[in-house]
Every structure is written in C-alpha cells, then in structure tokens.
C-alpha cells in the first residue's frame, strides 16, 4: 500500500500504522479512509495530501 505525505506539514500517512486516534485502524489504505479525515497534525484536508514513495 502507498504511503501519502501532507503538503502542509509533512506528515506521512503510513497504512501499516493507519491513525487509531483518529478511528482508522492500521491496515487501512489512503483511498478506504473517509473523506471527512483531517490530517493528525495540522488538520488539512486529505485532498492536500500526495503519493509518496
């Protein structure tokens, strides 16, 4: 699964970890995630975040 990075802070979505604070359980891809999830750091939408390698 692709790792996702947030264009503001840099905060790197992990799949393997997902966010358990934020009720999405590791394992879970960037795409299955809802669309009403922020990122854990700065708060951006998830449309700011981009594939990373």
């Known amino acids: ?3 996702y990075i947030c264009s503001v802070c840099g905060y ?5 970890k ?3 604070d934020n009720a999405v359980a590791p394992g879970t891809s960037f795409e299955d995630i809802p669309d009403e999830w922020l990122c854990p750091l700065c708060g951006a939408d998830k449309t700011l975040f981009e594939k990373t390698d």
């Open 18 to 20: 997902g966010d358990p």
């Open 12 to 16: 790197v979505y992990e799949p393997n």
């Open 1 to 3: 699964m692709d790792k």
